[in-house]
């Protein structure tokens, strides 16, 4: 089953703020699907997720590095954080092993959607857009980022 909540994030830290409060309920074993266009917010919600879970940081956009491993200050699980956004398709995401840390970790893939499914079964799927129109109700399915666009 799977329910989609809209939430309307006016500024970076309103989605940090929400990375912080889903990071507080994340457990060992959850895999976070972070889907939106380039600059939508990916990583600034991995940072509020860091923040909640209790991780070491810092989170931050990769250039060349696809996986980094955040350990836990707080004695949970460590932070798993995956941009996939160069890798070439399902066999280069396999060769990250992520399937050997998945089940004690929190596992967070930016540009995961249609590629991080065959990870697990169950995941948290969020989905970020910008608009041109802040504020606005339009429907939509995963968080929203309404950053006017400059
Ligand atoms: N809700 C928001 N409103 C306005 N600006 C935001 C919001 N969320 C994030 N930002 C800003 O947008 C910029 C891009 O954010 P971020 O790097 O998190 O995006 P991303 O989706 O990870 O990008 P990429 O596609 O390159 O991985 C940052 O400057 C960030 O502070
Ligand atoms: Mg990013």
Redesign the pocket.
């Known amino acids: 089953m799977s329910e989609a909540v809209t939430r309307v994030?006016?500024?970076?830290d309103?989605?940090?703020a929400l990375g912080r409060t889903l990071g507080e309920l994340l457990a060992a074993g959850d895999l976070v699907v972070?889907t939106?266009?380039?600059?939508?917010?990916?990583?600034?919600?991995?940072?509020g997720l860091a923040e909640g879970l209790g991780v070491r940081g810092p989170i931050t956009?990769p250039t060349f590095v696809i996986s980094r491993v955040h350990p836990s200050l707080v004695g949970g699980p460590a932070l798993v954080h995956v941009?996939a956004?160069r890798l070439g398709g399902a066999a280069e995401l396999d060769d990250l092993d992520l399937d050997e840390s998945i089940e004690e970790s929190v596992t967070v893939v930016?540009?995961g959607h249609g590629l991080a499914e065959q990870l697990a079964d169950d995941r948290l799927e969020v989905l970020?857009e910008?608009s041109r129109r802040p504020r606005s109700a339009a429907g939509g399915a995963g968080a929203r980022?309404?950053?006017p666009l400059g």
């Open positions: 994030l006016p500024a970076a309103d989605t940090r972070l939106g266009d380039l600059g939508a917010g990916k990583t600034t919600l991995t940072q956009s941009d956004y930016e540009w970020l910008r980022a309404t950053a």
